[in-house]
């Protein structure tokens, strides 16, 4: 290839790609398969080793992080990045909507209702169409330039749908699962767990190295246009349906309501559904949508008078800390908790709040017996925030944390560079305990039946000391456990059975190596095929594996290697648990995926399926690229309907979307 064609397969590259990303990250509505995107993606970085000179920085390859920062830069803000007035109650919402009446001539007035999103203030800007500089609010005059790390957020244009000039303004946030996700991770590695989607948020933004940023998860929604070259619009609406045709993500949830009445009633609404949303937020954000209205009525020193941030209601309560308890998990961490007097909480009662680890409680100065205050945000578990010192009565007493293990009484060690202690012994019991909770839990081997309880249970009675005996319980075993009758013993028995014949990454996800979460336990499947292969790969081997990194492959190895682990796998397999990788076969990028009819298609399995169960054919459908929901909407491309199909085929014919029986199924599946 010359530099010509170079250039122009790799200008279409960028036209791909990015109209991928859109579909993919802005509207949700994906339609080539991960495995294409990743090709196309690879193609690119392949011309732009060979041809260095056609690497752009609006380049879709761009997103992965470039060079480690020595500091960010300051960037001066256009116009200054102002905060908003606040209320706090219906009253204030009130006085509001008269301010802006008396400046309308008493006309009812027409707001833009939008959510305040719990992240992080933003300035975008875009030259031609290109993004060129992206920036935190810093003071509100002066910001840091955070270019890098925001083009690492998926949904953030690299190229705008027009090749316009301006600034825009948004909201930076870590979604609730990315948060959880993130957090679960640190707590894995022992390292300190950030207390809420914001400060993760914030965090990952102010990272120096861009990979680092990479790999967290972030989000933005734009809510507002600064200096532009020649756009006009009249209202913020019109606004708004602009920076969507451009291709930003703007918050689906905002409404143009008509009056006050209606404004709190969008109050209301949200303040119930907040919990519901994948993401945080603080408030309720009231614009008046009148552009000239606004221009009219202009700013305070701080804020404009055309706007108003609603705040909820601080979920905050002050309760006494009676008791901290320790708790050790499956990996050794452990971690303290709160034990509270019960205090009633945006409508719970909360008796327990995370305290996360030892630092946390310096850091905070909790003595037992102090007044705390708790705090929950969202739906997220709560967690003592302050200490109330001035509450105090002499009769609070200090709380150090134990040298040794509360369960097994082994010495705790503080491993190099982690903030959590850990019980190191491989036979301390509540590791081993939850470590069978951990394998008979849904994402690994779904012993239905088998909860934390029954398993406490076994396990308290010595007749479950490793996963293995569970596939040695007899009935008059569990028979003389708490609540349960020959019905209960008869399916938890049958459910043991049937989770034998699991393909093998259920059961490699289920031993709790770790590092090896459910990702990583299918790519090992997938590629060994079976334990017995498994077992004799070096380390070396391991990390040729693409997404299986250096410390996954140690830790495989010397898991492996144990001869207890060992001993485990040989009772497994005895009892005729299944130890290889029955699922369907992985789709290589470049082979199936493209061929597959499936790939990149939504689709929907309904009624009762002849030749496989309905989980077979979802898993099938997955490894040729499908994307398999649970229900019919405009996004559906495709419903496979079995017999006796009901309101699902009725939906998809409604909706004119393609409806196939099982043998046209069958008939499409690759040979
Ligand atoms: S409008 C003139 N809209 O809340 C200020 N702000 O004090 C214009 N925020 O840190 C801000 N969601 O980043 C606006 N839908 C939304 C918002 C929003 C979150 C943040 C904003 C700022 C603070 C306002």
Not at 177 to 200: D, Q, T
Not at 544 to 564: D, N, R, V
Not at 599 to 611: D, F, N, P, S, Y
């Amino acid at each position: 290839m010359n530099l010509e064609q170079a250039q122009a397969r790799v200008q279409a590259l960028h036209d791909i790609l990015n109209e991928h990303n859109y579909r993919y990250h802005v509207l949700d509505q994906p339609t080539i398969s991960d495995a294409e995107y990743d090709q196309l993606l690879r193609e690119l970085i392949e011309l732009e080793r060979e041809f260095p000179e056609l690497s752009t920085p609006d380049s879709p390859t761009q997103r992965v992080g470039g060079e480690i920062l020595p500091h960010f830069e300051k960037v001066e803000h256009l116009s200054p990045m102002l905060s908003l007035g606040n209320a706090f109650n219906e009253q204030d919402l009130r006085e509001f909507d008269e301010r802006v009446r008396k400046a309308a001539g008493d006309k009812p007035v027409r707001y833009v209702c939008e959510l305040k999103i719990d992240g992080l203030a933003v300035s975008l800007r875009y030259e031609d169409g290109r993004f060129v500089l992206g920036a935190t609010r810093g003071d509100g005059t002066v910001g840091e330039d955070i270019t890098q790390n925001l083009k690492t957020i998926r949904s953030l244009p690299l190229k705008l749908r027009q090749p316009v000039s301006l600034e825009v303004r948004g909201e930076a946030y870590m979604p609730r699962a990315a948060f959880a996700r993130l957090n679960s991770v640190r707590e894995e590695r022992g390292e300190a767990l950030f207390a809420n989607p914001r400060n993760a948020a914030a965090g990952s933004l102010r990272q120096l190295d861009p990979k680092l940023a990479a790999e967290r998860t972030l989000d933005i929604f734009l809510y507002g246009i600064g200096q532009n070259e020649g756009l006009s619009f009249t209202t913020h609406t019109e606004a708004l349906a602009f920076l969507s045709e451009l291709g930003f993500k703007v918050n689906p949830e905002r409404r143009t309501v008509e009056g006050v009445e209606e404004m709190l009633q969008y109050v209301q609404e949200w303040q119930e559904r907040r919990p519901d949303l994948a993401y945080d937020i603080d408030g309720i954000v009231i614009k008046v949508d009148d552009l000239a209205l606004r221009e009219e009525m202009g700013f305070t020193a701080k804020s404009p008078r055309w706007a108003i941030a609603y705040k909820f209601p601080a979920e905050e309560a002050v309760t006494r800390l009676e008791e901290i308890e320790l708790n050790v998990g499956r990996t050794g961490v452990v971690t303290p908790t709160a034990v509270l007097q019960p205090v009633s909480l945006a409508g719970t009662t909360v008796k327990r709040a995370s305290l996360h680890n030892e630092d946390m409680i310096r850091e905070k100065g909790l003595m037992l017996g102090d007044h705390v205050i708790v705090k929950k945000a969202g739906d997220i578990i709560p967690e003592v925030v302050a200490v109330l010192t001035d509450k105090r009565t002499g009769d609070e007493r200090p709380f150090t944390m134990p040298t040794h293990c509360p369960e097994c009484e082994s010495r705790l060690v503080r491993l190099e560079g982690e903030v959590a202690l850990r019980c190191i012994n491989p036979a301390c019991p509540a590791q081993t305990r939850e470590g069978i909770i951990h394998f008979v839990s849904r994402g690994a081997m779904n012993i239905e039946g088998l909860g934390e309880k029954v398993v406490t249970q076994l396990f308290e009675r010595g007749l479950v000391r490793s996963v293995a005996d569970l596939y040695y319980l007899k009935s008059e075993d569990l028979l003389r456990l708490e609540r349960m009758g020959e019905k209960s013993v008869a399916n938890l028995l049958r459910a043991i059975e049937a989770s034998k014949s699991n393909s093998l990454e259920r059961l490699l996800f289920g031993l709790g190596i770790r590092f090896v979460g459910a990702k990583g336990a299918k790519i090992l499947a997938q590629h060994y095929g079976s334990m017995e292969a498994l077992l004799s790969a070096t380390e070396e081997e391991l990390t040729q594996l693409e997404e299986i990194g250096p410390k996954m492959a140690a830790s495989i190895t010397t898991y492996m290697k144990k001869p207890e682990v060992r001993e485990t796998l040989r009772r497994l397999a005895e009892a005729g648990v299944n130890m290889h990788y029955t699922g369907p076969a992985p789709v290589r990028a470049g082979d199936g995926a493209m061929e597959s009819p499936f790939a990149g298609k939504t689709v929907v399995i309904t009624g009762t399926l002849e030749r496989m169960s309905r989980k077979e054919a979802s898993e099938l459908l997955e490894s040729l690229g499908a994307h398999v929901t649970g229900s019919v909407s405009k996004k559906t491309d495709l419903l496979i309907a079995g017999e006796k199909a009901g309101s699902k085929l009725d939906k998809a014919n409604k909706l004119g979307i393609t409806v196939w029986d099982e043998e046209t199924f069958l008939a499409h599946l690759p040979k």
